[in-house]
């Protein structure tokens, strides 16, 4: 923020103190680490409900012989779930008095603690999917995220460990093997492979070494770490993980169903209560996070 603005900020009261304002605020907002792109698909709606529609998949090919007609197969529709957008807001007032008395370092540090706080919320409700995904975070099927029962076709099948476990090598190997081995509703292989982990910030330095040591973490020998062969995964911290313990591994974002709805980006406006004296700074979005597949993903809650 320039002097000769900060001189005259007294002059700006109303709705003309908005870009100030706005400076502020987005400064601050684009401070922070945002991994939500690496983690979810980030999408924009128009309308305030979404539903997605699974459909299964065709099966494998048949043996046909000469002339004979290739047989047919078709799509079967899944599972379904509704996203309803939600309104996040909050606002700040600046008085009167504060712009008389030229407060303007108080002024400054509301915007952006308003910023921060915005950024801190986008975060926070993409993180408490994580959070909630042993239990009241559903996918499609009506089962948590991550659970041993996800129903289909050719029977229950599960996207946690067959003990739940604290992050380390054998641990960490065991979570891959379940992503070589996951399959779609008809029972195929679906080939995909995990791409990003997730762990709180206290397991980072731990998931580093497991992940991105081109050799095997924890031993004397120099023996190749298989799962940092491909480059290794990238691994993501986060302070708004509440389990310390548990950990997180996610495909690419189009072969999983984490999503982010946009209705409408973070905005900002002014509104002014002449009659109060006050100038009241306003931020929101429209915004819903949830997850409707649960294939491509894989966690353990910890020991």
């Known amino acids: 923020m320039s002097l000769n603005l900060e001189q005259n900020f007294r002059a700006l009261f109303g709705v003309d103190a908005l870009p100030a304002l706005d400076e502020l605020f987005f400064d601050e907002y684009q401070q922070a680490e945002d991994p939500r792109s690496k983690l979810f698909q980030m999408l924009?709606?128009?309308?305030?409900?979404?539903?997605?529609?699974?459909?299964?998949?065709?099966?494998v090919f048949s043996a046909t012989s000469e002339g004979e007609i290739a047989p047919s197969d078709s799509f079967n529709q899944g599972y379904s779930k509704n996203f309803s957008l939600i309104k996040y807001a909050?606002?700040?007032?600046?008085?009167?008095?504060?712009?008389?008395?030229?407060?303007?370092?108080?002024?400054?540090?509301m915007a952006r603690s308003l910023g921060r706080s915005s950024k801190e919320t986008e975060i926070l409700l993409a993180m408490n999917v994580f959070n909630n995904g042993f239990g009241s975070e559903k996918s499609a099927d009506g089962k948590a995220i991550f659970a041993s029962d996800h129903p289909s076709q050719v029977g229950n099948q599960s996207n946690i460990l067959s003990v739940a476990a604290d992050l380390s090598y054998s641990s960490a190997a065991e979570m891959?093997?379940?992503?070589?081995?996951?399959?779609?509703?008809?029972g195929k292989r679906l080939l995909i492979k995990p791409k990003v982990v997730l762990v709180s910030e206290s397991e980072r330095h731990n998931a580093l070494e497991i992940f991105q040591s081109p050799y095997k973490a924890g031993t004397a020998n120099n023996n190749i770490n298989a799962l940092g062969a491909d480059g290794g995964l990238t691994v993501i911290s986060s302070p708004y993980l509440t389990d310390a313990d548990a950990f997180f591994m996610l495909s690419?974002?189009?072969?999983?169903?984490?999503?982010?709805?946009?209705?409408?980006?973070?905005?900002?406006?002014?509104?002014?209560?002449?009659?109060?004296?006050?100038?009241?700074?306003?931020?929101?979005?429209?915004?819903?996070v949830g997850c409707d597949k649960w294939r491509g993903l894989a966690a353990s809650a910890g020991a």
């Open 44 to 59: 924009s709606t128009d309308r305030e409900l979404v539903q997605t529609q699974e459909v299964d998949s065709l099966g």
């Open 90 to 109: 909050k606002k700040i007032g600046i008085s009167d008095e504060m712009m008389e008395d030229d407060r303007w370092g108080l002024i400054s540090k």
């Open 176 to 186: 891959e093997k379940i992503f070589r081995e996951m399959k779609d509703s008809r």
């Open 252 to 288: 690419d974002a189009s072969d999983h169903g984490l999503k982010i709805f946009d209705r409408r980006g973070l905005s900002t406006k002014t509104h002014e209560d002449v009659a109060a004296g006050v100038l009241y700074y306003v931020a929101s979005f429209r915004q819903v």
